[in-house]
């Protein structure tokens, strides 16, 4: 069974950079088959694609984020990354990691999320 | 590509059928449209993948259809567990989420 677990701080101070681990268990980081996503979600609201990352390192980005976005993944760790830097209040959200099927796009995998607060 | 979903709320009884539209602002590829069910507390589930099929633990009170830009999921006969916020999704050139509709009892 394949579990996904977002760590990282949970409180991060306006302008300074959000990050965020996924450690992948019961499964391999390395296949072409899948690919590496963070998603997140603000309090009773709906979803936002961030971006995500194949094993080969290939990238892609939410077009409003891109710039201050870094997706990275280790996989000698098992674990995938994500980097935001200049973060505002309105970055406060739950963040989820989650593995995407190459085939379909498809999210069947989630992390339990990571609530980051952005607050001073 | 922007997917609208209507309605935003839907307020039913168990055993009533429902059905949640999806439209993308252009034509997608029904391989890359899903659904998920989320939870108050939980992640999205996968629901339903590439448009029609039923992911794994999917009951098929749950079903899935649609194709262009208009897209809809159905609830046959709503159970208890079936009171939730469902989203519909696409995997294209970006990924986008739709605003989610809430069925409440």
């Known amino acids: 069974q394949v579990q996904l677990q977002e760590s990282g701080p949970r409180l991060v101070k306006p302008s300074q950079t959000l990050s965020l681990t996924c450690t992948v268990s019961?499964?391999?980081?390395?296949?072409?088959?899948?690919?590496w996503s963070w998603i997140r979600q603000y309090p009773g609201k709906g979803l936002e694609w961030i971006g995500y990352?194949?094993?080969?390192?290939?990238?892609f980005y939410n077009p409003s984020l891109e710039s201050r976005l870094t997706i990275s993944i280790d996989t000698s760790k098992n674990q995938f990354f994500l980097n935001m830097t200049s973060v505002t209040a309105a970055d406060t959200a739950l963040y989820y990691c989650?593995?995407?099927?190459?085939?379909?796009?498809?999210?069947?995998?989630w992390g339990r999320g990571a609530l980051v607060t952005v607050s001073s | 590509i922007v997917l609208v979903q209507s309605p935003g709320t839907l307020s039913l009884s168990p055993g009533e059928r429902v059905t949640i539209s999806c439209r993308a602002s252009?034509?997608?590829?029904?391989?890359?449209l899903a659904w998920y069910q989320q939870r108050p507390g939980q992640p999205p589930r996968l629901l339903i993948y590439g448009t029609t099929s039923r992911a794994t633990g999917t009951p098929d009170r749950f079903s899935g259809g649609g194709s262009g830009t208009d897209f809809t999921l159905t609830i046959s006969r709503l159970e208890p567990e079936d009171f939730a916020t469902y989203f519909c999704?696409?995997?294209?050139?970006?990924?986008?989420f739709g605003g989610g509709t809430k069925v409440e009892i």
């Open positions: 252009q034509t997608v590829r029904t391989s890359y």
């Open positions: 019961g499964g391999s980081i390395r296949s072409g088959a899948y690919y």
């Open positions: 999704h696409y995997y294209g050139n970006s990924v986008s």
């Open positions: 990352i194949y094993d080969s390192g290939s990238t």
């Open positions: 989650a593995r995407g099927r190459h085939d379909y796009g498809d999210y069947y995998y």
